[in-house]
């Protein structure tokens, strides 16, 4: 192998396990937190599936199904990680999603809970309130 190949095959070895590490980053809990209340009120159950952990599936989807069908609207979502330990991380929000029922508008203030999010099959998903 002439040394420009080798030189051009070392160089993409390192970019690869920089984006890698870039991949996981600190964020990433969050990240995953933000993404599962888009994916509810978009009303997606796919995507809330594979953002939710295997033990909190089912109450997802319950929780998304219970906007029936009215048309919920995320506004102001950000999410950041207050504490992280191993698979394991604390998310706290802010934001909230407004359902209006008829004359009513139901609001659901996202900063009123922490969530739990975990590592599961390589990917940080949602898992709950803490």
């Not at 995507?47 to 109450?59: N, R, T």
């Not at 609207?73 to 359902?99: M, Y």
């Amino acid at each position: 192998m002439s040394k420009v190949k080798w030189l051009f095959l070392t160089l993409a070895l390192v970019s690869a396990l920089v984006l890698t590490g870039c991949a996981g980053s600190s964020n990433a809990p969050a990240d995953a937190v933000a993404a599962y209340w888009q994916a509810m009120v978009a009303k997606d159950g796919a995507q809330l599936s594979s953002l939710s952990c295997a033990a909190y599936e089912a109450q997802s989807l319950i929780t998304m199904e219970s906007f029936g069908a009215f048309e919920p609207v995320l506004s102001d979502l950000t999410c950041e990680v207050i504490e992280t330990s191993g698979d394991t991380a604390s998310v706290k929000c802010s934001g909230k999603i407004e359902v209006s029922y008829g004359a009513e508008i139901l609001t659901i203030d996202l900063a009123d809970r922490n969530y739990a999010a975990v590592k599961e099959g390589g990917d940080w998903r949602m898992c709950g309130t803490k």
